[in-house]
């Protein structure tokens, strides 16, 4: 296929000989699914809200019903929302190519897992899963799913609240995502970033360590991102634009 221009011929041909693809996907990927982004100037959640208040342990703590609301509220946003033409384009591939293709997400929601990329590994955790904010000391250990229904849900007996299960400020990764999402960093030929800012850590460092890995990096994104130093090509694009455009037909 040709056409694209020159970038994206050159890319599609070293994607097509990369024995190990990553794509580490930011908000930017969904924002074409209708899910807002975090850091966008005028549409991004922290431009409205106050992530101290909404995404950290102590917010929920002070004022647990507020928090619970938000979530619920976003929860039914990614509930109605579909996966885009980008997401769509890295399924595809993925079941084209069994194993080549890792994608590792800072994104709550799952329409990664929609399209076709089950195996996506979540750094941030899963907006439509409920844990407890405390860990559960009975054994057998209580279940979310018994909890009495509120804003937020509590368990009958102990009280304990539901919260959930995002990674918040100050919070550890889930167990295990880092280690694969930096083993799926290291050995890759070619790591696509799309849709991040690069501004939270760790999964903004996966980029570097691709490129010292010996990677080809690219971004993927319409603005400037604090890691552009990291990439040997910048395409000033959208997820649903470009994906198609580097993975369609290979
Ligand atoms: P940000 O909101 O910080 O950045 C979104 C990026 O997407 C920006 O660089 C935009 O330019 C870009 N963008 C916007 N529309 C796009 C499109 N259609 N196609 C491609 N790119 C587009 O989001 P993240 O980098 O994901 O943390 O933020 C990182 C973390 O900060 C999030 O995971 C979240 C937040 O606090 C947790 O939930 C723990």
Redesign the pocket.
């Known amino acids: 296929m040709s056409g694209h221009g020159a970038p994206i011929d050159e890319l599609r041909e070293r994607l097509r000989g990369a024995g190990s693809i990553c794509v580490l996907t ?4 969904s ?2 699914s209708g899910i807002a ?4 100037a005028l549409t ?1 959640l ?1 431009s409205r809200f106050d ?1 101290a208040q909404l ?1 950290s342990e102590e917010g929920f703590r002070a004022d647990p019903a507020l928090v619970w609301g938000w979530y619920a509220a976003r929860r039914d946003g990614v509930r109605r929302a579909a996966p885009n033409a ?1 997401h769509v384009a890295l399924g595809a591939f993925a079941r084209r190519h069994p194993g080549r293709l890792t994608v590792v997400s ?3 929601d799952d329409l990664h897992q929609r399209a076709g990329n089950a195996g996506t590994i979540r750094l ?2 899963d907006i439509l899963e409920d844990r407890w904010l405390e860990a559960c000391k009975r054994r057998p250990a209580c279940d979310t799913l018994t909890a009495t229904p509120g804003t937020p849900p509590r368990c009958a007996e102990c009280g304990n609240f539901v919260r959930p299960g ?4 100050g919070e550890m990764l889930p167990a295990g995502a880092l280690e694969a999402a930096d083993a799926a960093a290291e050995r890759c030929d070619v790591m696509l970033v ?7 850590w760790p ?1 903004a460092g996966l980029a570097g360590r691709a490129r010292r890995g010996g990677a080809h990096v690219v971004i ?4 400037p ?1 604090e890691i552009d130093d990291e990439a040997h090509t910048v395409l000033r694009g ?3 634009q470009l994906l198609p455009a580097l993975l369609d037909g290979l």
């Open positions: 930011g908000a930017g990927m924002a074409e982004t975090f850091r966008d991004g922290w992530p995404a980008g800072q994104n709550v941030h955790g995002v990674v918040w400020f799309v849709g991040t800012s690069g501004a939270v999964a993927v994104n319409p603005q991102s959208t997820a649903a």
